[in-house]
Protein backbone atom coordinates (compact mmCIF):
# COMPACT_ATOMS: atom_id res chain seq x y z
CA UNK A 1 0.00 0.00 0.00
CA UNK A 2 1.56 3.61 -0.51
CA UNK A 3 0.21 6.89 0.61
CA UNK A 4 -1.10 9.58 -2.23
CA UNK A 5 1.99 11.49 -2.28
CA UNK A 6 4.07 7.93 -2.69
CA UNK A 7 1.41 7.32 -5.83
CA UNK A 8 1.96 10.90 -7.28
CA UNK A 9 5.38 10.30 -7.45
CA UNK A 10 5.47 7.04 -9.39
CA UNK A 11 3.07 8.42 -11.58
CA UNK A 12 4.66 11.68 -11.58
CA UNK A 13 1.89 13.60 -11.22
CA UNK A 14 1.11 15.36 -7.73
CA UNK A 15 -0.33 14.66 -4.57
CA UNK A 16 -3.58 16.84 -5.70
CA UNK A 17 -4.05 14.67 -8.61
CA UNK A 18 -4.40 11.75 -7.36
CA UNK A 19 -6.34 13.14 -4.51
CA UNK A 20 -8.86 14.34 -6.86
CA UNK A 21 -9.06 11.15 -9.07
CA UNK A 22 -9.92 9.30 -4.98
CA UNK A 23 -12.77 11.93 -5.06
CA UNK A 24 -13.82 11.56 -8.44
CA UNK A 25 -13.89 7.78 -7.41
CA UNK A 26 -11.23 7.03 -10.67
CA UNK A 27 -8.54 5.98 -8.61
CA UNK A 28 -9.51 2.83 -6.24
CA UNK A 29 -8.10 3.32 -2.54
CA UNK A 30 -8.53 2.28 1.06
CA UNK A 31 -9.30 4.74 3.44
CA UNK A 32 -7.54 4.22 7.18
CA UNK A 33 -8.19 7.31 8.95
CA UNK A 34 -9.85 10.60 8.55
CA UNK A 35 -7.12 12.16 7.25
CA UNK A 36 -4.75 8.94 5.40
CA UNK A 37 -5.76 6.77 2.29
CA UNK A 38 -3.61 4.02 0.93
CA UNK A 39 -2.83 2.83 -2.29
CA UNK A 40 -2.23 -0.66 -3.76
CA UNK A 41 0.15 -0.85 -6.53
CA UNK A 42 -2.78 -2.33 -8.68
CA UNK A 43 -4.80 0.88 -7.98
CA UNK A 44 -1.69 3.22 -9.37
CA UNK A 45 -0.69 0.48 -12.50
CA UNK A 46 -4.19 0.65 -13.80
CA UNK A 47 -4.29 4.54 -13.23
CA UNK A 48 -1.48 4.73 -15.35
CA UNK A 49 -2.82 2.74 -18.20
CA UNK A 50 -5.96 3.69 -18.36
CA UNK A 51 -5.75 7.61 -17.41
CA UNK A 52 -2.35 8.68 -18.35
CA UNK A 53 -2.09 6.96 -21.34
CA UNK A 54 -4.75 9.60 -22.36
CA UNK A 55 -2.25 12.75 -22.05
CA UNK A 56 0.57 10.60 -23.55
CA UNK A 57 1.75 8.48 -20.48
CA UNK A 58 4.95 9.12 -18.14
CA UNK A 59 7.60 10.34 -19.84
CA UNK A 60 11.09 11.12 -17.10
CA UNK A 61 11.31 14.72 -16.72
CA UNK A 62 8.97 15.22 -19.43
CA UNK A 63 7.71 18.96 -18.32
CA UNK A 64 10.84 20.34 -16.77
CA UNK A 65 12.78 23.56 -17.92
CA UNK A 66 16.53 22.62 -18.78
CA UNK A 67 19.19 23.73 -16.11
CA UNK A 68 21.80 25.26 -18.46
CA UNK A 69 22.92 29.22 -17.97
CA UNK A 70 21.01 31.19 -20.23
CA UNK A 71 22.85 32.54 -23.17
CA UNK A 72 24.82 35.83 -23.40
CA UNK A 73 23.03 38.77 -25.65
CA UNK A 74 24.92 40.31 -28.26
CA UNK A 75 25.16 43.79 -28.61
CA UNK A 76 24.75 46.06 -31.62
CA UNK A 77 28.54 45.53 -32.23
CA UNK A 78 28.14 42.16 -32.56
CA UNK A 79 25.15 41.69 -34.81
CA UNK A 80 27.03 43.94 -37.60
CA UNK A 81 25.15 46.56 -37.38
CA UNK A 82 27.81 50.17 -38.13
Same mark, same amino acid.
Given at each position: ????? %??? /?? !?? @????? $???? &? %? *?? @???? /?? $??? *???? @?? !??? $???? #? +?? #? !?? %? +?????????????? /????? &??? /?? %????
Amino acid at each position: MYTTA %QAA /EM !LG @VSPNT $IKNA &I %Q *RG @VMAY /EH $INP *RLNM @VT !LEA $IETY #R +RE #R !LG %Q +RGGYRPGAGRRPTH /EPEAT &IGK /EG %QGAE
